[in-house]
């Protein structure tokens, strides 16, 4: 027996005084309707309703039913409602994770600004030196780096392209000179980021040839920032994403070595589950990422090619 059917057409017998009356608004026969009702008195093992030729009554466990019933009801009517327009209004939790670097120098920007556009929406950003599966771990949406498009079981939509750059501060270059060429970069001293995304050396091609460079320890660290940090310091030069570089390029506290060279080339991806409904909240999502990111990365790419930037 559906339960939740015989709720309502019970509900509907008491809203229209009748079994036919319920039958007729419900569209089944008047015999459906008071099988139902007496299945569900069955099922209860409890009389719902006095019957007499001329009328229905409620009795005291009928009462008592019918108001659970209404409030029941309401709460699935209202659940239903709120399933059937996730695909078409922004509300709910949104689950993202991006890279450290990304998530700390564009997403929790642009987060702040999404949610003021869409403020029944609540966003948890997860920052980490991974790419986790999407399913797996519940995120709704992966901004991940790769050279190739991700695995066609995913939605894979391309918000731009990232790169890294040779960077070193001013302080160094004063000590150690600046090299000016890839085979100069053996004689200095190499900070390393230790990311599972790039196990790769240094690779660095131009019409000369290949010239691989291999990062010793003289200092590692699996974090950006802190390798940008490391290098203001004066340890050494290091290779640092776009998007890390540029404040560090802006403040002075580090120049822009080889420009010529961009190296470890990506592309940036937003991946998510294929769903027959996408929620509306990944899919505004998305969109207002493929529409803001790019200007950022164009505004980073500007301070990378001015040459005020560089290495005198």
């Known amino acids: 027996m559906d339960t939740l059917q015989s709720m309502r057409v019970f509900a509907r017998v008491i809203d229209a005084g009748s079994f036919t009356a319920a039958a007729q608004a419900l569209g089944l026969s008047t015999a459906q309707v008071s099988r139902l009702v007496s299945e569900l008195e069955q099922q209860l093992q409890a009389r719902l309703l006095h019957r007499t030729t001329r009328r229905l009554a409620l009795t005291e466990t009928g009462e008592r039913y019918l108001q659970r019933c209404r409030q029941i009801l309401s709460e699935v009517d209202e659940a239903a409602a709120e399933a059937r327009g996730a695909h078409l209004i922004p509300i709910g939790r949104l689950r993202v994770h991006t890279m450290t670097g990304l998530g700390l120098q564009h997403l929790t920007q642009l987060v702040a600004k999404y949610t003021e556009r869409y403020p029944q929406v609540v966003v948890d950003l997860t920052l980490s030196q991974r790419n986790p599966d999407p399913i797996e771990d519940g995120h709704d949406v992966i901004i991940a780096f790769a050279r190739e498009l991700p695995d066609s079981q995913l939605v894979a939509q391309n918000l731009g392209p990232m790169f890294s750059v040779l960077c070193a501060?001013?302080?160094?270059?004063?000590?150690?000179?600046?090299?000016?060429?890839?085979?100069?970069?053996?004689?200095?001293?190499?900070?390393?980021?230790?990311?599972?995304?790039?196990?790769?050396?240094?690779?660095?091609?131009?019409?000369?040839?290949?010239?691989?460079?291999?990062?010793?320890?003289?200092?590692?660290?699996?974090?950006?920032?802190?390798?940008?940090?490391?290098?203001?310091?004066?340890?050494?030069?290091?290779?640092?994403?776009?998007?890390?570089?540029?404040?560090?390029?802006?403040?002075?506290?580090?120049?822009?070595?080889?420009?010529?060279?961009?190296?470890?080339?990506?592309?940036?991806?937003?991946?998510?589950?294929?769903?027959?409904?996408?929620?509306?909240?990944?899919?505004?999502?998305?969109?207002?990422?493929?529409?803001e990111l790019p200007p950022l990365f164009a505004q980073d790419e500007a301070i990378l090619d001015n040459p005020a930037h560089w290495a005198p």
């Open 169 to 291: 501060a001013p302080s160094y270059l004063e000590k150690h000179g600046t090299p000016r060429g890839p085979a100069d970069l053996r004689q200095h001293r190499y900070l390393r980021l230790l990311d599972p995304l790039y196990v790769d050396n240094w690779l660095l091609d131009d019409a000369n040839g290949s010239y691989e460079v291999l990062p010793t320890e003289a200092f590692q660290v699996n974090i950006a920032e802190s390798l940008a940090k490391a290098a203001q310091a004066g340890m050494g030069f290091c290779l640092l994403p776009s998007f890390v570089a540029c404040p560090s390029l802006l403040d002075g506290s580090l120049v822009r070595l080889l420009p010529q060279y961009r190296l470890r080339e990506r592309n940036i991806y937003a991946l998510y589950p294929s769903r027959r409904f996408l929620d509306a909240k990944i899919k505004t999502w998305v969109e207002f990422l493929k529409a």
